[in-house]
T-cell receptor, first 108, second 113 residues
Framework: TQLLEQSPQFLSIQEGENLTVYCNSS?????LQWYRQEPGEGPVLLVT???GGEVKKLKRLTFQFGDARKDSSLHITAAQPGDTGLYLC????????WGAGTKLIIKP | DTGVSQDPRHKITKRGQNVTFRCDPI?????LYWYRQTLGQGPEFLTY????????KSRLLSDRFSAERPKGSFSTLEIQRTEQGDSAMYLC???????????FGPGTRLLVL
């Protein structure tokens, strides 16, 4: 059974700081998706990465996929309060297998 | 298109009662998924449909849970004889077969007292 571990579990930082969160899998990802979920809402897809070593950018968010396709990182530059949420990674097989998420709070 | 919708958004029930949730997927999407999410955890897969056929059910889906998608459009998830451990957010998602992206609804938050 594939296990996804996300770290840290919780992160609280000041507006303007940079941060990195991680997602590690016990086995190779089919493809990896990052989602953000706000309280009381469903997850919203941020990005899908497929190829080992792939880097994708979404404004101030940079997503890296490890060469071996077993790990990924999400880096946020100059975090803003609107970045607050639960960041989830998932292996996007036909059924998504999820990590437990990193709860991120950006304080103004 | 307004995306995936779920109804109700919140449900409070007493232990032992039955509850039913509805999910309306994006209209052209033929795949529909149900997930359950408890506080502080990522979602867990429950079941999925392609058109009206239920193709897979997780072992998490006990005999008290049943899901239907009778006309290949909306779906219902029923929980019979609810237990306090059923308290969770129930998420529905839809997608087009062959496409990886699942689009999620806002969820139904269930509280069993």
């Amino acid at each position: 059974t594939q296990l996804l571990e996300q770290s840290p579990q919780f992160l609280s930082i000041q507006e303007g700081e940079n941060l990195t969160v991680y997602c590690n899998s016990s086995s190779v990802f089919s493809s990896l998706q990052w989602y953000r979920q706000e309280p009381g809402e469903g997850p919203v897809l941020l990005v899908t990465v497929v190829t080992g070593g792939e880097v994708k950018k979404l404004k101030r968010l940079t997503f890296q996929f490890g060469d071996a396709r077993k790990d990924s990182s999400l880096h946020i530059t100059a975090a803003q309060p609107g970045d607050t949420g639960l960041y989830l990674c998932a292996d996007s097989n036909y059924q998504l297998i999820w990590g437990a998420g990193t709860k991120l709070i950006i304080k103004p | 298109d307004t995306g995936v919708s779920q109804d109700p958004r919140h449900k409070i029930t007493k232990r032992g009662q039955n509850v039913t949730f509805r999910c309306d997927p994006i209209s052209e999407h033929n795949r529909l998924y149900w997930y359950r999410q408890t506080l502080g955890q990522g979602p867990e897969f429950l079941t999925y449909f392609q058109n009206e056929a239920q193709l897979e059910k997780s072992r998490l889906l006990s005999d008290r849970f049943s899901a239907e998608r009778p006309k290949g459009s909306f779906s219902t998830l029923e929980i019979q004889r609810t237990e306090q451990g059923d308290s969770a957010m129930y998420l529905c998602a839809s997608s087009l077969s062959g496409r990886e992206t699942q689009y999620f609804g806002p969820g139904t938050r269930l509280l069993v007292l």
